[in-house]
């Protein structure tokens, strides 16, 4: 019951430098979502995705990308990294859909440090 | 845009002691209310799911109500422990999107042995 895992746990890396953080689901969800937590601002939404093939902006996407080509997978990309992107970011599923009719589940997190 | 607000941010009480966290919102037509639990450096972890239609979910020692006309829901834990200590999260599923989770901001809750 691996449920959702992220790696890696964490990153350090330098301006400018692109990274992949890998979120995995072995619970055949449709809905996957990533989120970044920082100290005073809550939990937000960069990306989600509601089937294979199928991705959209939530509410703080500049810098970063998705895609998600299985079901299982979807992995996060920051394209330039940058120091504002030093964050936890988490990811997390739901078997309903967007409406969590059965809840979200989260992952450990990635913390990501850029300096 | 719906906002998420949880009062206490803080609270430090003795063992033993019965207390409530409260979360409101701004947005009643939501679908489903959801408390979490995060200890530190960790991630986080369902304690109760509330659907729009119900009132009350309990598990334990934890029990969670939603009163959705006025925008509230509270999360009552019974005879504290030491365990208990962590950030307490409450995150809305709002209608109208397929958008995710509003999350408030959280309540640090130290439990004193």
């Known amino acids: 019951n691996a449920g959702v895992t992220q790696t890696p746990k964490f990153q350090v890396l330098k301006t400018g430098q692109s990274m992949t953080l890998q979120c995995a689901q072995d619970m055949n969800h449709e809905y996957m979502s990533w989120y970044r937590q920082d100290p005073g601002m809550g939990l937000r939404l960069i990306h989600y995705?509601?089937?294979?093939?199928?991705?959209d902006q939530g509410e703080v996407p500049n810098g970063y990308n998705v895609s998600r080509s299985t079901t299982e997978d979807f992995p996060l990309r920051l394209l330039s990294a940058a120091p504002s992107q030093t964050s936890v970011y988490f990811c997390?599923?739901?078997?309903?859909?967007?409406?969590?009719?059965?809840?979200?589940?989260f992952g450990s997190g990635t913390r990501l440090t850029v300096v | 845009k719906q906002e998420v607000t949880q009062i206490p941010a803080a609270l430090s009480v003795p063992e033993g002691e019965n207390l409530v966290l409260n979360c409101s919102f701004t947005d009643s037509a939501i679908y489903n209310l959801q408390w979490f639990r995060q200890d530190p450096g960790k991630g986080l972890t369902s304690l109760l799911l509330?659907?729009?239609?119900?009132r009350e979910q309990t598990s334990g020692r934890l029990n969670a109500s939603l009163d959705k006309s006025s925008g509230r829901s509270t999360l009552y834990i019974a005879a504290s422990q030491p365990g208990d200590s962590a950030t307490y999260l409450c995150a809305v599923k709002s209608g109208g999107g397929a958008d995710g989770l509003t999350f408030g901001k959280g309540t640090h809750l130290i439990i004193q042995p």
């Open positions: 997390a599923s739901s078997y309903s859909g967007f409406r969590g009719d059965y809840g979200y589940t």
């Open positions: 995705s509601v089937g294979a093939g199928i991705t």
């Open positions: 509330i659907q729009s239609s119900q």
